[in-house]
């Protein structure tokens, strides 16, 4: 039999995975680095991708073309330990919940990473940059965890609930519930 906890655990690890899923299909901005002819599975095409051109396609279909060197993430959409260091930082100096742009912010962290660790694995960027990119990244999660902390202690106002990314939004509610419910209990 589960607990109440298990089950408020299995709903928000399938919640999340399902935001992660909305972010995958997302698309992003590409550059070709090397010529390819392209290829037809199951009746969808991939390529053909000529090298310099930019190309706007679905992250989830980018990612085996990055991670073979035929693709890069262009500048306009990149996530590297530069960006994730400049988030960091301005989640540090600012006390209060920092709207982002990007509602799957913490999903495109999460996700570019795999691109960091292809750049390390590839010999294209030093090992220190992944470990400042995993470093940055814990400090953008536990900074906006403490701040979402703070507010799930009161009802969210509309203002509060502009700086919250999707799955933010989620996690508050569980929270709200929770120490609602624990200090009726008390």
Do not use: H
Not at 16 to 29: D, P, T, Y
């Amino acid at each position: 039999m589960y607990s109440s906890l298990e089950i408020i655990e299995e709903r928000l690890s399938n919640s999340l995975s399902r935001i992660n899923f909305i972010f995958q299909n997302e698309e992003i901005i590409t550059e070709c680095i090397k010529d390819f002819k392209g290829f037809s599975l199951l009746g969808e095409s991939f390529g053909i991708f000529e090298k310099g051109k930019k190309y706007k396609l679905k992250l989830f279909s980018v990612i085996p073309f990055i991670e073979k060197g035929i693709l890069k993430v262009a500048l306009k959409d990149k996530c590297d330990n530069i960006d994730v260091q400049r988030y960091a930082i301005s989640e540090r100096d600012d006390p209060k919940l920092t709207k982002r742009t990007n509602n799957y912010f913490l999903n495109k962290i999460k996700e570019f990473k795999r691109f960091m660790e292809n750049e390390v694995d590839n010999k294209n960027k030093p090992k220190i940059d992944l470990d400042r990119y995993n470093s940055y990244t814990s400090n953008i999660i536990d900074s906006r965890l403490l701040k979402l902390l703070k507010l799930s202690m009161a009802e969210l106002s509309l203002d509060d609930e502009r700086l919250l990314t999707n799955s933010e939004k989620l996690l508050y509610g569980y929270l709200y519930y929770l120490i609602k419910t624990w200090r009726e209990f008390f």
